[in-house]
């Protein structure tokens, strides 16, 4: 699934088997308000709109923003992973620390020396 972020509609959305989710949000200074959820029926239960918090809570987190959840969902996501934003944070840090120290480009290591 991919989620898509429309900066100018302030809305991130997926479209899949023909349906679109969405959350939508408004940005005020430096506050992303998360204000509407909705996930049609038809594709509901799979974890759609757990991954449209995810990459709002990604694009806020990029963006040094904080998140108030308005929304009902929102604010039930975020009580269930109150630490996905420091969490997330981590987990990047640490990914872009291993892709510096072992680049793509090296070869795997064989565990012989020379």
Known sequence: MTVEHDTAQQR??????????????????????????EVPARIGGRGVAAELMKAALRAASAAGWSVNPACSYAAAYMRRHPDRNERQHTEDLLDEALAESFPASDPPATGRSN
């Not at 899949?16 to 005020?28: F, I, T, V």
Request: net charge negative; no cysteine.
């Open 12 to 37: 991130f959305f997926t479209d899949l088997e023909g349906h679109r989710a969405l959350l939508d949000y408004q940005l005020s200074r430096d506050v992303m308000t998360i204000t509407h959820t």
